[in-house]
């Protein structure tokens, strides 16, 4: 079982940067690939970024460039450093977890998700 809290949200101006974590507890978390996901609302959940294990990640074409996802193992937390934020990224941020060691951006091929946490971008 993994268990997974993100933080790290809130109200940015656009132009600026947030960085999001997702702390994970469960002795399996260094075996799970790891994936950000959002929702805006009114819109369906979408992949923003994923990790694989040992290595290896990906983006959506709407933020490759501006986000970088990286982990810590040590720390067994996920990070999403979000630059040059836009008011289109606002929404709903959520971390989740797949068994398999290669990231996925289908929402199905995840096990555990967290709770979300808010991103606002003003304009």
């Known amino acids: 079982q993994v268990q997974l809290v993100e933080s790290g949200g809130g109200l940015v101006q656009a132009g600026g940067s947030l960085r999001l974590s997702c702390a994970a507890s469960g002795r399996t978390f260094s075996t799970h690939a790891m994936g950000w996901f959002r929702q805006a609302p009114g819109m369906e959940r979408e992949f923003v970024a994923g990790i694989s294990i040992p290595r290896g990640f990906g983006y959506s074409d709407s933020v490759k460039g501006r986000f970088t996802i990286s982990r810590d193992t040590a720390k067994n937390t996920v990070y999403l450093q979000m630059n040059v934020l836009k008011p289109e990224d606002t929404a709903t941020y959520y971390c989740?977890?797949?068994?398999?060691?290669?990231?996925?951006?289908?929402?199905?091929?995840?096990?555990?998700w967290g709770q979300g946490t808010q991103v606002t971008v003003s304009s």
């Open positions: 989740a977890a797949t068994r398999r060691n290669y990231y996925s951006q289908k929402i199905h091929d995840y096990d555990y």
